[in-house]
């Protein structure tokens, strides 16, 4: 009997001493699946951050932009997707006007970051046969020569170009008019509906007294 009591505390000792070991172990292998999951997320979350980074140079490289004027209903900068046609850049700009002449631009082109697309203005069948009827009489024999070299008879002879109807090509061979100012008369004119008279020509940016009234006899509305 005093044998088995004394080998009870024993037994408790050793009950203990493994109870605490196993606690241990447990706790150990806790902290290393711990420590683990946290390395495989932030292994996981930064391939995630550049992906992201990869979308976002991909869709900028894919994008153009060009400014769209002349003959449409929203003249403006736009951005079109790559490899975008000229057509899709005028129908973002609100599909052309109905005095545009859209046989004049090819519409298959393809678009090109930084440029300009301009859509010209439908000429006037009557204004087309005014200035066919000048060219034949200038170049008709001795007699057209004659009639063109005289400074005086030259000027009435030749038609006015008409503000609100014509092409730039033909804005271009006004005297001191070059593209940059056939350019902002073609966005005035689409911005105000077109001309009311000669004189607002000269509320056009880089159009001042003088040069409008070199115009004033060379152009009409």
């Given amino acids: 009997m005093p044998r088995s009591l004394r080998g009870v505390p024993d037994l408790s000792r050793r009950q203990l001493a493994l109870y605490f070991a196993g606690l241990a172990v447990v706790l150990f292998l806790g902290a290393r699946y711990l420590a683990h999951g946290a390395s495989r ?33 929203k003249p403006g900068v736009y951005r079109l997707a790559g490899g975008a046609r000229v057509a899709d850049a005028v129908e973002r700009a609100g599909g052309a006007t109905r005095r545009a002449d ?8 393809k678009l ?4 300009q697309v301009v859509v010209p203005v439908r000429a006037r069948s009557g204004a087309q046969a005014a200035g066919a009827s000048g060219v034949i009489a200038s170049g008709g024999g001795a ?34 008019v070059g593209p940059a100012t056939v350019q902002k008369i ?6 105000h509906g077109g001309f009311g008279s000669v004189e607002e020509l000269g509320q056009v940016s880089g159009i001042g007294e003088k040069r409008l009234a070199a115009l004033r006899e060379q152009v009409q509305v």
Wanted: aromatic residues 2%.
């Fill in 186 to 191: 073609l966005e005035y004119r689409e911005q």
């Fill in 143 to 176: 007699g057209g020569v004659t009639a063109s070299g005289g400074a005086a008879g030259a000027g009435p002879a030749a038609a006015p170009v008409n503000l609100n109807t014509a092409t730039p090509e033909q804005l271009d061979t006004l005297p001191g």
């Fill in 102 to 109: 859209l046989g004049g631009v090819n519409l298959a082109a």
């Fill in 41 to 73: 997320g932030e292994a996981a979350s930064a391939p995630s951050g550049g992906g992201g980074q990869i979308r976002v140079e991909r869709a900028g490289s894919g994008r153009v932009i060009v400014h769209v004027a002349g003959a449409v209903r």
């Fill in 112 to 115: 090109e970051d930084g440029r």
